[in-house]
C-alpha cells in the first residue's frame, strides 16, 4: 500500500475509497455515510437543487434526513460526520457557504516542482504532463470537500511551459482529471499567461487587437466544451516579469476584461491577481514605497470591471509576510468584485518547520474588513506528494481550517483547530486540548522572533527562510528596513511616503501616530529611534530584545508541550525533528536580530542577557 493511504488524516473514515462507481456527490455522500456510521445511525439523502450548495439536517423517522442540492448533500454528509466526531452539535437550519467560490491556487509547475513547495513535489505533474495516482487525486477531492473547497487551480500563477498546453494538446489530459474531482464538487481553474496568443504565432497579445480577442474566445469555446464547469482562469499579469496589458499601453481593466468576455457565455470567473509592484525598484530611491502600488494601480479602476472579473488581492500590501496590516485595498475599492488572498503554503512563515497556524490572523482580517467585503476567497496550497500531504503533519491543520473559514468567514479559530486536532488524532481530551493550545500560540511565538513590531523581510533572500536582517536591504524588490545606528522603519505617515492615507479613517489616523498605533503594525508605519517609548514604558529597542527572547522561550515551551503528546507515529517522529529545527531556526533569530540591532545603536540589554557583539 501506498504511503499516504495509511496515514491519517482529518478525515475520521480510514477506509479506502473504491475506485469505480461513485460518480456523483449524492453517491459519495451516501457512500460516506454509510462507511462511517455502518448502520449505527439511519441516515437519508434527499436531493433538492434549490439549496444548491447548502444542506440542512434534520430528524425523520428515528433517523436523519440530510436534505440539500447536489454537492450540498456531499457537505452535509461530511458536517454531520464531522459533528458526531467531535461529539458536537448538529448544525441547525440552512447551512450555505458564504463564498461562492472557495478556492485552492497550487503553484504547481509542470515539471513537477512546486513553487513555494514545502511537501515534496506536485501531486499531479510530473515530466511535463499530468501524472498521478487516480485514487490519491480522489482522496484529495475527498478531504477538500470535506471542509467545503470547491475549486482548485492546478498550476502555477507563473506560467511556465508547457502549461499552457493545458489549453490546447493538454486539454483532454486536463478534462480527464477534472472528471476526477467532480463527483466532490471540485471544480478546476486554470492560470494562464497573458501573452499565450503569441506563443501560437499571432504577432501580438494586445488586449484591443481583434485577433486576439478571437483567439482567446476560440480558446475558452474549445476549453469549456472539454470541461464545462471549468471555473474560470486566474491570470498573473505585469507583475514580477509575467507579460500583461501595459505592454500595449493598455490598464489592467482593459486586459482583465477582454479576457472576462471570452469566457463569461460559459459562466467562467476572470480571476486577476492585484500583485502588482515595481520589482526593479533603486533602492536608492525612498520615493517608491511598494506597499502603496496596488492602491495606487486599482483605485482609478474601480468600477471598471466586468461583472464576471474577481481582483484577487493579498491579505497585505507587500506579500505574505508575518505581520502586515490589511491590505487598504480591501477597504478601499467599492464596485469592484474582490477576493481576498491567503498563502496556506508557509513561504514566510517558517516553510511547514516551524509551526504557524493562520487561523487566528484569518479572524483579525476578517474582523477588520467585514466578510461581506468580499466575494470569494483563495489560498495558496500547502499540499504536496509527502505521505502527510503537508509536510509538517500539523500543517494540514491550515488546509482544514481554510476550508470552515472560507465557508463561514465568521468562523471560531480554536474551535477550528481543535476539531482538526480531535479529527485527526482521535487523543484523550487533554491532549487534544494541548495540541490545539501548541496551535493557538504558533502564530505568536513565531512573529516574535521573526516580525516583531511589524518589522517584516528580515529573511534569506529568495530562500525567505532564518533570519538575514539587511538580505534584502540592497535588493530591487522594495523590500527595505532601513536600519541605521539612530532609528529602524520606514516613515509612511502623511509626512513621509503617504502610505497611510490610503486607509479610510479611523484606521489611517490611528495609524498614523505612533502613539497609537497597534505596537504589531508600529515599524511598518513609522521610521523611530531606538530609544522612542512604547505605550507599556519599555523602550522601542528593549522591546525588539524582549520580543526575540520571549518568541524563543515560546518555542521551548511548544516543545515541551509537544514532547507530552501520544501522536501515532511517524507523526510524532515527523513533528519532533521539525521542533527541532524550529529551535535552532528560532535562536538564530533571537540572536542574529538582537546582535544585529546593538551592533548598531550600541544600547544593552536591560535584563544583562547575552547579545553576540
Ligand atoms: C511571492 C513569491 C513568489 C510568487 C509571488 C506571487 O513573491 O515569493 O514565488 O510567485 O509571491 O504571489 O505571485
Same mark, same amino acid.
Given at each position: 500500500m501506498d504511503g499516504w493511504m495509511e496515514r491519517r488524516a482529518w478525515l475520521p473514515m480510514l477506509n479506502q475509497l473504491p475506485q469505480?462507481?461513485?460518480?456523483t456527490p449524492l453517491a459519495m455522500a451516501k457512500y460516506e455515510l454509510e462507511a462511517y456510521f455502518a448502520g449505527r445511525e439511519k441516515t437519508v439523502c434527499r436531493l433538492d437543487a434549490a439549496l444548491g450548495e447548502g444542506f440542512e439536517i434534520t430528524e425523520e423517522n428515528g433517523g436523519l434526513s440530510i436534505r440539500g442540492g447536489e454537492t450540498g448533500v456531499l457537505y452535509g454528509a461530511y458536517a454531520l460526520i464531522r459533528a458526531r466526531a467531535c461529539g458536537e452539535d448538529l448544525p441547525r437550519g440552512v447551512q450555505k457557504p458564504y463564498y461562492p467560490l472557495r478556492m485552492i491556487n497550487s503553484w504547481d509547475n509542470m515539471d513537477g516542482s512546486v513553487e513555494r513547495g514545502y511537501s515534496g513535489r506536485s501531486i499531479w505533474f510530473e515530466g511535463g504532463r499530468f501524472a498521478y495516482e487516480p485514487a490519491r487525486i480522489r482522496q484529495l477531492g475527498r478531504m477538500l470537500a470535506s471542509v467545503g473547497i470547491n475549486v482548485l487551480c492546478v498550476n502555477n500563477v507563473n506560467v511556465h511551459q508547457p502549461a499552457q498546453h493545458l489549453l490546447d494538446t493538454l486539454l483532454p489530459d486536463t478534462a480527464r482529471f477534472a472528471s476526477l474531482l467532480r463527483p466532490f464538487g471540485v471544480r478546476l481553474m486554470l492560470s494562464i499567461d497573458f501573452s499565450q496568443p503569441m506563443q501560437q504565432g499571432?504577432?501580438?497579445?494586445?488586449?484591443? !487587437?481583434e485577433g486576439v480577442r478571437a483567439w482567446w474566445a476560440d480558446t475558452a469555446r474549445r476549453v469549456w466544451s472539454a470541461i464545462p464547469d471549468l471555473a474560470g482562469f486566474l491570470v498573473k499579469a505585469d507583475s514580477e516579469h509575467r507579460p500583461g496589458p501595459n505592454t500595449y499601453g493598455r490598464s489592467h481593466a482593459e486586459g482583465a476584461n477582454m479576457l472576462a468576455r471570452a469566457i463569461a457565455p460559459y459562466g467562467g470567473a476572470l480571476v486577476w491577481r492585484a500583485f502588482v509592484y515595481n520589482c526593479m525598484q533603486d533602492w536608492r530611491d525612498q520615493t517608491t514605497d511598494r506597499p502603496r502600488a496596488a492602491y495606487d494601480l486599482y483605485m482609478p479602476l474601480d468600477?471598471?470591471? !466586468?461583472?464576471?472579473?474577481i481582483l484577487q488581492v493579498k491579505h497585505g500590501p507587500y506579500d505574505f509576510q508575518v505581520r502586515e496590516p490589511l491590505s487598504p485595498l480591501l477597504l478601499g475599492m467599492k464596485k469592484t468584485n474582490l477576493a481576498i488572498e491567503f498563502q496556506l503554503a508557509q513561504e514566510y512563515t517558517g516553510h511547514q518547520i516551524d509551526l504557524y497556524a493562520m487561523p487566528p490572523m484569518w479572524r483579525e482580517c476578517f474582523d477588520q474588513m467585514g466578510k461581506e467585503r468580499v466575494r470569494a476567497i483563495a489560498a495558496v496550497s500547502n499540499l504536496g506528494r509527502d505521505d502527510n500531504w503537508t509536510g509538517h503533519p500539523f500543517a494540514a491543520a491550515n488546509l482544514f481550517a481554510y476550508g470552515l473559514f472560507a465557508w463561514n468567514p465568521d468562523a471560531d479559530p480554536e474551535k477550528a483547530l481543535r476539531q482538526w486536532a480531535k479529527l485527526t488524532y482521535s487523543l484523550p481530551e487533554n491532549q487534544t486540548a494541548a495540541l490545539t493550545g501548541i496551535l493557538m500560540k504558533s502564530q505568536e511565538a513565531y512573529e516574535n522572533y521573526a516580525a516583531t513590531l511589524g518589522l517584516c523581510w528580515m529573511v534569506t533572500p529568495g530562500d525567505h527562510y532564518g533570519p538575514n536582517p539587511y538580505g534584502y536591504e540592497f535588493q530591487a524588490w522594495g523590500t527595505y528596513i532601513r536600519a541605521d545606528r539612530n532609528a529602524v522603519g520606514i516613515d509612511r505617515t502623511g509626512g513621509g511616503t503617504g502610505y497611510v492615507n490610503q486607509y479610510p479613517e479611523p484606521l489611517r489616523s490611528l495609524y498614523a501616530d505612533a502613539h497609537t498605533c497597534p505596537d504589531n503594525l508600529l515599524l511598518f508605519f513609522h521610521r523611530l529611534p531606538y530609544s522612542f517609548v512604547m505605550k507599556d514604558g519599555r523602550t522601542l529597542i528593549q522591546r525588539i530584545y524582549d520580543d526575540h527572547f520571549l518568541g524563543c522561550a515560546q518555542a521551548e515551551e511548544m516543545a515541551r508541550a509537544l514532547s507530552g503528546l501520544e501522536l501515532p507515529f511517524p507523526d510524532r517522529k515527523e513533528a519532533e525533528e521539525r521542533m527541532q529545527k524550529q529551535l535552532a531556526n528560532a535562536r538564530e533569530w533571537r540572536d542574529i536580530v538582537n546582535t544585529f540591532f546593538h551592533r548598531f545603536c550600541g544600547i544593552a540589554d536591560d535584563k544583562g542577557r547575552k547579545i553576540y557583539d
Open positions: 469505480e462507481g461513485l460518480e499571432l504577432p501580438t497579445a494586445d488586449p484591443l !487587437d468600477g471598471a470591471f !466586468d461583472g464576471n472579473v
